[in-house]
C-alpha cells in the first residue's frame, strides 16, 4: 500500500501521486471526521483504500483501527462503431455489429430499427454482449436505418448504419 493522506503532529501530509492535486481532507480534523474526497476521478482511481487511525497513548488494537473500501470509477461507453458484415442482397445474410473502445463496466449493446418502421430486436438475432445483430433472408422492406446503443451504469453512446438492401 501507498500513503496518500496523512495527519501527523498537527501537520496534514499529502504524498506526490497524481492524486495530490485532485484529494484531501473532506472536514477539519477536529471535526473528528476523517473522510476524504476524490475530485475529477479516473480510471485508474479504482482500487483499495484504507484508513488507518491511531490515537496517542491509545491503545493499538489492529482489527478496530482499519477501515478498508473498494471504490471503482465507472467509465461510460465511447461512441461505438457501427459495421455491415456481408452483402446486403435479396435472400442474404448480413450481420450488424457494434463495438465500443471504451467503458467500465462493459457495455450492453441494443441493437434497433428506427422508425417509420420501428423494431426491437431479441436473441438469438441480437447478441447484447458482443453486439451483433443477424439479419437473415434479408427483403427489400428490411431496408432502413438501424442504430446501436452501448449502455453501462455510467452512460450510453449510439452509432447507426443504413442498410439498403
Known sequence: P??????????????????KPRMGFLYPIHSYNISMFINDTREQDSGQYMCS??????TIRLD????????TVLVP???????????????????????S??????????????????QVFFPPAQDRTRGTLKLTNLSLEMSGVYVCRAENQAGSKNCSIVLEV
Open 53 to 58: 487511525v491511531n490515537v496517542v497513548d491509545d
Open 2 to 19: 501507498v500513503q496518500i493522506l496523512a495527519y501527523l503532529g498537527g501537520v496534514v501530509k499529502v504524498e506526490e501521486t497524481d492524486l
Open 77 to 99: 461507453p465511447a461512441a461505438p462503431t457501427c459495421q455491415l458484415h456481408g452483402s446486403a442482397i435479396v435472400g442474404a445474410n448480413v450481420t450488424l455489429s457494434c463495438s
Open 64 to 71: 478496530k483501527n482499519i477501515g478498508i473500501i473498494n471504490l
Open 101 to 118: 473502445k471504451k467503458g467500465k463496466p462493459s457495455p450492453m449493446y441494443q441493437w434497433q430499427r428506427e422508425p417509420p418502421t420501428l
